[in-house]
């Protein structure tokens, strides 16, 4: 058992605050979590504090009143977070992290993610307090109002110094596991034993019982455990409070006990709202265990100082108001009015800014060092870090000519993975335990483990949600890392909101999604996607994309990497299709065009995507031997056709044509907007069922000659 | 510490197959998991088996080979975990659980839930083998083909004898728990201290790595520890292989220590392979330990008894094959030809039809007593469990007028399900930690606790997914229950799985989904639904419903209670909104209805749903004073709407009307199926942003002004 228990100091210290409230100080005894040991001595030697113990207690208390006054002003917000982790905060921001507050985007500052995203004012304080130019205080006074860079929830698209987007709960923990494994994956390829090491940074993480209970958190940590990711150190709030009361409503289990079970080192501070040493020397102990991940369950009072909202669900999503506000100042010694800093404590966390630059000094020197031994590994470091794509890394994707063999688009995808591999040196990712199904490990690489952290495929395990998640934090540690994930289509409905993360917070991350539809045949209903383009096709900011044959399956990779900053999903056959005349890599690039022209105004358009598109295409065949004039369009990506301008999407679908079909195993919701009221639909609106796909093709109606029926309905309306 | 390690027992009595496969048997010694103690002496008597070592064999080699010679017939399907688990079914089957085969629907049954569901066959077996109708000889040889009632995942509306859906991993075992908490509810409310308990059973689930690695897993088994679900059972298949491999490569946690953190009872038996009397007390001790739910962790080979494939993932997801299957045969000493049970095999097993036959009568029995003694109790068991709705229930909802108070449609739910709480003792549930936001807790109940489960009001935690999976237990229990459970709406992308189940398995659970666009204001983006009301418009066999104002959340109500085999999503806003003239309960039965309607044709049709439906409202007064003829169509679910006749759907909706404008808070994804290619949608096709909701409208331009703008476009166009 590796559970230690940072013990409370003596009064002396941690006394004052301990006088002041001898109502809520006793309560800090309650913790059922297990205590195995004394605290043992601390690995790592922890900095003197420079400032007495009375100004240490003011900077914490400067977070909790910025934190209580931005609420109070915006009405609206969770006071109870930063007011019980102002102490954690003090002592990552000010004695523990790495970062320069000039230069948020230093590659190699310490990740801070917080994965409570409703204690926000709690990251905004800190970034204030520290001297990032995004928090002034007139943001910090914006809080929660139109176009501030201080939203409810920290969005890392709108601030910098905040590393993720972490509303919704247990996605910055995984976020955090991501950023861990990229800088233990660059460090792994980069650093050299004879020069300092270029890439070096710890990840920190405060979650609260929220994240706690979310499954998708147990995944991630899990994996964590399992890859010994030494350099994450996560922080548990353990305040016992949601928001439908005290945690043992619903949550008793022994999150300690479960940490140890998922391979992590977990160490207890007792008394997370006044012993600022406890938090220093379980924080370097942390630090000085190298193969596994931290976990410090910090016993806390949500809303620590309110006289009488503290430990209530009362102050955890409600601003304190003015009396209890004032009788927070009064309790807590805090005469300062409304959002005055003292300056003493500017003069403490501002110090940040020196020190940052220093340490940003002392790397680049490293670098240099490096560089002169080094350049070839440097100059990939470069190449890699800035972002950019190699020159010509198209070219490596392959173009098919129909009498090329049919293939599955799982295989081509295959194919496009270990075509870009060698070109793309960034790119990293794997599956959720489907690899010989997804074909998507990289023949190239090795499997990124404990001891092999330079490897390039990575193990997920069944766990997608933090897959998608993990990739997130992969794709927003912002080393130039491309990562891609996998599982079937329809699991993307356990990892929905990772996703949407991706849309939301920039992170362009490549969903590799196989086993697109019925045609996966006898797993049945449970199996197969029926609404899961439909769903991403209304997601903001996701390009679904579902390519037929080579030539697309490739359009819809180039699309996916070029894209960095918006995620692409890209929907794979299981079985194999023909590679149709006139489809293209630059065909993909318009999300729709045509691949079989007529003379003049056409009598029918068939549209279709992905494996049903021959199906369009032979439809055309048969009739125009009945003298029709048919156009059939392929239509991989919506959301790029309606990029397009009006005149190209004119020429594609005219809107003099009303006579219109589309054919795409999948439901026929969203399809009106192409199709007007007129057009028909052949795909399947209903759950599919387990037979052979075949088979089931020809039961639920998804045929040439359905399509051919359809269209003559059409013609004739 | 709890683990209890039941030992391998003398080779004399494993010994048979031991001597057999010496070249896997040893492998079995690899597990890593803790043992802490020596088998305890089993606390529950196991009834002495009254047949031989050497038939029980047979009849666990009888599981095995129906499952072999199915799959290679049909091609594909998971031998591996069948084979694995056969002494599992034999033991659970034939010794310990109360089952009737003919009657399957039997109340007081033992529940039994196979969360690895692609080991489908392994239950098909077992229901073939102990006599059930619906898996005859002929349906084993039918695996997987279209119209069969053995599909590649057992499907709960196919196949009796079948409790839920299992196709995606980790939702069984939450099911199960579901099924617990169902089981312990209705005992708590209805055993009486001095009869025999007409309503006790236990659930037994058996799960493999893939469940354990999912994230929902451990949301679920958090809750049942919490709970103490004492007659909750869970089998871990602990084989260590998966699709990729060996488990060593993705999940190297301590599954057996992280159960005990959840509060669970947990036993490891070492070989379950061969060692059945260890299977049988471990099964015992687990019956035994009354206020935990166990884990009985069973260590065995996949594909156990094939010579080339077992303990590999050759045999996880394909057919074994003509060669592989005949050395399986020679290896376990099975002559039998494909598909052929011996009579001895049958009559061991099918003694379930006169075990099952008896214990029926034993329970009927008891009912009689318990009828005699509680008529009042019994008359209320009959009328839930008969699944019927009490009479005239629906006159419990209210009813509205355009004076009352503005409230938000969340406030309004919480009136239905208080005023519904009273009419219908089944409607039990609860909120992810969000009771306060979400207003459903039902005042005259108190909480479903360990020590209190007869009361209603359910807290599931911050665990979305297991609450939607659990709530389909409590369903498929069918004991009239109805669960209706509660989050805000965007979170539904966390559960999305789950609630598809729901409609797929035919589960009538009710979700209450608050906080249902933009309108819930300062949380920002990550909270803010856009694109979830298309998401699940698209899904099959899911309701959704966006009611506007009091009485279209009373229609709601009504449809998702009336609707027992299709569950309901009902969106419900935050903020208030005014009670418009004409909505009504009725309207809302038929999807979409005119609330304002015009002399003669109109000249637009203004369409919308929930807190925006007020803007077409005001839009159209607007317009009139212009001279327009403007019809109103208020529009909460699409599905039902799309069920009425050509006739209803063109009188709200004439086809010679192509001026449309929708207006809601979201997506414009999905309405052009309404709107045609010539009407506009008011809405957001773009993620939101933190600010109040006021600001929000007006910003992204969702007003009554926009509505106006739009019509006159549309009118001119």
């Known amino acids: 058992m590796q559970t230690t228990m940072m013990k409370q100091r003596a009064p002396a210290v941690a006394g004052k605050q301990a006088n002041v409230l001898p109502r809520i100080a006793p309560k800090v005894a309650r913790s059922r979590c297990a205590i195995v040991a004394q605290a043992a001595p601390a690995a790592a030697k922890v900095a003197a504090p420079a400032i007495s113990r009375d100004l240490v207690d003011k900077c914490i208390n400067a977070i909790r009143f910025l934190a209580v006054d931005a609420i109070n002003k915006s009405k609206s917000g969770h006071p109870g ?37 409703h ?49 919704p709960l247990g996605q910055g923990i995984c976020n955090a596991v991501g950023l861990a494994v990229a ?41 964590a455990g399992h890859w010994g990711l030494g350099k994450l150190i996560a922080l548990y709030d353990d305040n016992k409070i949601s928001i439908d009361g ?45 193969d596994k991940p931290t976990l410090i369950k910090v016993s806390t009072l949500i809303g620590f100082g309110s006289p009488n909202k503290a430990d209530t669900h009362d102050v955890h999503g409600a601003p304190l108001g003015a009396e209890e506000t004032a ?69 490596a994707l392959p173009v098919f000519k129909p009498e090329d063999k049919q293939l599955a688009t799982r ?64 794709a927003l540690h912002k080393s130039g890392l491309i990562p891609y994930c996998a599982t079937f289509f329809i699991f993307t409905d356990y990892m929905r909101n990772a996703m949407r993360m991706s849309a939301l917070s920039e992170a362009g991350v ?40 080579g030539n697309e399956t490739a359009g819809a990779y180039k699309v996916a990497v070029a894209n960095r900053k918006r995620p692409t999903t890209i929907a794979l056959s299981r079985q194999n299709m023909p590679n149709l005349p006139n489809t293209s890599i630059e065909g993909v690039a318009k ?70 079909v589309s054919v795409e195993a999948a439901t026929s919701f969203g399809w009106a907007r192409y199709l007007g009221l007129k057009g028909k639909h052949v795909g399947i609106d209903d759950f599919g069922a387990s037979a052979p796909a075949p088979v089931l093709y020809e039961k639920f109606g998804i045929t040439t000659a359905h399509v051919i029926e359809a269209a003559k309905q059409v013609m004739a309306a």
């Open 81 to 117: 977070m930063p007011m019980g982790c102002a102490p954690m905060g003090y002592v990552l921001w000010n004695e523990v992290m790495k970062y320069n507050p000039k230069n948020p985007s230093w590659f190699n500052r310490d990740r801070f993610v917080l994965s409570a995203g």
């Open 119 to 167: 204690g926000s004012m709690f990251q905004y304080s800190m970034l204030h307090l520290t001297g990032y130019e995004d928090v002034s205080l007139d943001q910090v006074k914006s809080f929660r109002q139109w176009g501030s860079k201080t939203p409810g929830h920290p969005e890392n698209f709108l601030t910098s110094g905040v590393e993720v987007t972490t509303g």
């Open 183 to 223: 800088e233990a994956h660059m460090a792994a390829r980069f650093n050299k034993p004879d020069c300092k090491p270029i890439v070096d940074h710890n990840t920190y993480c405060i979650l609260g019982d929220g994240c706690m209970m979310e499954g998708i958190s147990n995944e991630a940590c899990s994996l």
């Open 246 to 290: 005290h945690t043992d409503i619903s949550f008793t289990e022994d999150v300690a006990k479960r940490y140890e079970a998922l391979g992590w080192h977990v160490i207890h501070v007792i008394n997370g709202n006044t012993d600022v040493d406890g938090l220093r020397a379980a924080i370097a102990q942390a630090k000085a265990v190298k």
């Open 327 to 395: 009788a927070t100042r009064k309790n807590l010694g805090w005469d300062h009015p409304e959002f005055e800093v003292p300056q003493d404590v500017y003069d403490v966390f501002r110090s940040a800014i020196q020190r940052g630059a220093a340490e940003e000094a002392e790397w680049k020197a490293a670098c240099a060092e490096y560089a002169a031994k080094y350049p070839k590994e440097w100059a990939e470091f470069q190449a890699l870090t800035s972002g950019e794509l190699p020159a010509n890394w198209e070219s």
């Open 411 to 474: 295989q081509h995808s295959q194919t496009m993975l270990n075509a870009l591999a060698p070109v793309l040196p960034g790119l990293v990712g794997g599956s959720a335990d489907l690899a010989p199904s997804n074909l998507t490990l990289m023949k190239i690489s090795g499997d990124f483990q404990k001891g092999s952290y330079a490897e390039r495929n990575i193990r997920f395990g069944v766990r997608e949600h933090a897959m998608g998640a993990i990739c997130n934090g992969i």
């Open 510 to 549: 490549v969903y590799v999604m196989t086993h697109d539809s019925i045609g996966l045949g006898e797993d049945g209903p449970t199996h197969q996607p029926i609404e899961q383009l439909a769903s991403f096709r209304a997601m903001p900011n996701m390009l679904m994309m579902r390519p037929a044959g």
């Open 591 to 660: 999300g729709a065009y045509t691949i079989k022209e007529v003379e003049g105004t056409p009598d029918v358009i068939l549209m279709g995507t992905g494996s049903e598109l021959q199906f369009a295409w032979d439809a055309a065949a048969a009739l125009e031997k009945e003298g029709k004039k048919v156009r059939v369009v392929s239509f991989p990506c919506w959301e790029l056709f309606e990029e397009q301008s009006a005149e190209y999407k004119e020429s594609v679908l005219p809107a003099a044509v009303t006579a219109r």
